[in-house]
């Protein structure tokens, strides 16, 4: 319990931190600016498919390995994972930034921002792609011996940067790439603090730091589990963020707004579901190897108490959000927000439920099933909000949003039980 109270600290104090500054972000760059940083926000947080997989493959991987004592193979482990995330996150980065050169952000609707201002956020965001990749391995490192309360102090401050950073700048300039210049630093620092955290779980083995070194065979064994996670983790952040990007290109940036603002307010109940998934995870992967007859107990345990109070918070949502939307953003706010944040109070439910079962997926080391679900996902998803905006706006791309948790959350459910590990 302390661990889940570690982790679900470190989700809340960024949530304060946004509910204080993302108002006034509104204020002062007004709903265009502020639609093209939530676009940044996404592309950065997409940014985390470039670790292939491999943090999540190495929290599993070195999970095991603690728990039948073959601790000096961890860090081969580690420089193996290391490796193929740093090449990844350059590729990726400089994909961006070519994409950024041959003019990527001309297709984003705009009234006042120059392409030329956003082709330089998203060369900025390219220089991030790096550290991004690189920080999975050492947060998975992490995970995998339990260091949770480091890894919540350190999600704390970025989620506090990751708002307030831009918060600081809006106080001086509103230029997109002075406001985005702040997310890069922040993962840049973030890498280093989890490398540094990484290197004392090593020394926690009491063997030392020994010098870990590449294996082709750890490669394989990492990607055979992380290229299904890869898989997953290109087309899911799609799922997540298609909604917003395609509400910039067929209405406009400005119409961004009216969904992020209600979306961010409403998903940021999930702290607690994605808490209880992310601590369950190592442990529950360790318990299915050991103790095959306990998980089950174990995880539907957390599964009934992760469905009830979602259930409480959600039902609370539905009636707060007409005081607590007006309140947080004043004239700010566009009266259809309150309509879209109610809507997507019905899928935050179903992606609770749904993570606690993707969890269990990847415990099993069945991560080929969940990036299948997600590729037969995406075109029906993509389908439904172009259909949907189309016809009936930002409202529309809340009940596509809506529609794929339900279907989503089914799925998951359904394979989970019906595998054997």
Known sequence: MSNLAWNAGGLMLPLGVAALTVPQLLERLGPERFGLLALAWGLIGYAGAMDLGIGRALTQRVAGLRGIGELRSIPDVLATAGRITLLAGLSGGVLIAAAAALGAGAWVRTDSTSICEIRNAMLLLAVALPAQAMTATYRGMNEA?????????????LGVINFGGPFLVSLLTSQLPWLVSTLVI?????????????????????????????????????LSFGGWVTLSGIVSPVLVHA????????????????????????????????????????????LIQERPDQWQSYFNKWLRRIAGSMAVVCTALLFILPVLLPLWVKAALQPESVVIGQVLCLGVFANAIGSMFYALLHAKGRADITAKLHVVELPIFIF??????????????????????????????????????
Do not use: H
């Not at 011996?145 to 401050?157: K, Q």
């Not at 840049?188 to 065979?217: E, N």
């Open 145 to 157: 011996f339990l260091n949770f309360r480091e890894i919540s102090l350190l999600r704390a401050g």
């Open 186 to 222: 922040s993962r840049w620092l973030a890498l280093l603090m989890f490398r540094r955290l990484a290197i004392g779980c090593l020394l926690s083995t009491g063997d030392g730091v020994q010098r870990g070194s590449y294996s082709k065979r750890v490669a394989a064994s990492l």
């Open 243 to 286: 909604d917003r990007f395609l509400i910039a290109s067929a209405i406009s940036a400005a119409a961004v707004s009216i969904y992020v603002l209600p979306y961010e307010v409403v998903v940021q109940s999930l702290i607690l579901a994605g808490a209880v998934s992310s601590v369950m995870f190592p442990g529950l992967s360790q």
């Open 384 to 421: 439904a909000l172009v259909f949907l905006i189309s016809n009936y706006g930002v409202l529309g791309a809340a009940w596509a949003w809506v529609g794929r948790m339900v279907v989503d959350a089914i799925l998951l459910a359904v394979c989970a039980r019906a595998c054997r590990v």
